[in-house]
């Protein structure tokens, strides 16, 4: 099976436990692979025959902006739901970044995968 990505897909939102961070937009960083079934898109070169990542960004990035998620495994969990079930994806795999959630180190985040994954 094929695969379409998008890595680095950077938006800010509410996310977060404390009090500072339910008034204060931060960055979380995404990237996602799906399965995807290419060869009729690619023959008829017809982005209706494919997963349309712009689309796929685009509703992801109002999502995002608009939640208000506490905890980032919900917001992966959603995430997830809507490419899975929005979009038709059989499988996703999505690392989720809240690279600025703690001092003293580069990232943190959850990676979770949905779905069968590709020649299973």
Not at 14 to 42: C, F, H, N, P
């Amino acid at each position: 099976m094929d695969r379409i990505f998008i890595t680095g897909l950077s938006i800010e939102t509410i996310i977060g436990i404390y009090d500072w961070e339910r008034t204060t937009r931060q960055r979380v960083i995404i990237d996602l692979e799906m399965s995807a079934d290419i060869a009729k898109a690619a023959k008829a070169e017809d982005v209706e025959s494919t997963l349309n990542y712009k689309t796929l960004s685009d509703t992801l990035t109002n999502f995002i902006e608009n939640s208000e998620f506490q905890l980032i495994e919900t917001m992966a969990s959603r995430i997830c739901e809507i490419v899975t079930e929005d979009f038709g994806v059989a499988w996703v795999k999505l690392t989720l970044h809240k690279p600025d959630a703690l001092a003293g180190n580069t990232d943190v985040g959850v990676i979770i995968e949905r779905g069968t994954r590709p020649g299973e």
